[in-house]
């Protein structure tokens, strides 16, 4: 059974700084990309960056490009989302996905994925 385990979320002033992690695990971990997906109140899920399984593909949303940096440790079957300067604009929950197919560069598209975490709430403060 494969679960998939966001932490790190909370409240932070506009301008801060928060790292999500997402463990995986019942997946072989290191042969599949992953995705950090957000959903604001009253919004669509969107795509924030993907990071394909040896972490040398990697893809921001044009929102998050220069503020966010997606990272993994396939020793640890975790992949981190680093988000600085944030705005009030970024408050949402954010969602870790693991893409449906082996050896893939990531996407943007969430039918794309086919495990993905409960959420960890991200509230930035103005």
């Known amino acids: 059974q494969v679960r998939v385990v966001e932490s790190g979320g909370g409240l932070v002033q506009a301008g801060g700084s928060l790292r999500l992690s997402c463990a995986v695990s019942?997946?072989?971990?290191?042969?599949?990309?992953m995705g950090w997906f957000r959903q604001a109140p009253g919004k669509e899920r969107e795509f924030a960056a993907s990071?394909?399984?040896?972490?040398?593909?990697?893809n921001y949303a044009d929102s998050v490009k220069g503020r966010f940096t997606i990272s993994r440790d396939n020793a640890k079957n975790t992949v981190y989302l680093q988000m600085g300067s944030l705005k009030p604009e970024d408050t949402a929950v954010y969602y870790c996905?693991?893409?449906?197919?082996?050896?893939?560069?990531?996407?943007?598209?969430?039918?794309?994925?086919?495990?993905w975490g409960q959420g960890t709430q991200v509230t930035v403060s103005s």
């Open positions: 019942g997946r072989t971990f290191s042969t599949y990309a």
């Open positions: 996905a693991v893409a449906r197919s082996k050896f893939t560069s990531g996407s943007t598209r969430g039918i794309e994925y086919d495990y």
């Open positions: 990071i394909n399984y040896r972490g040398e593909r990697i």
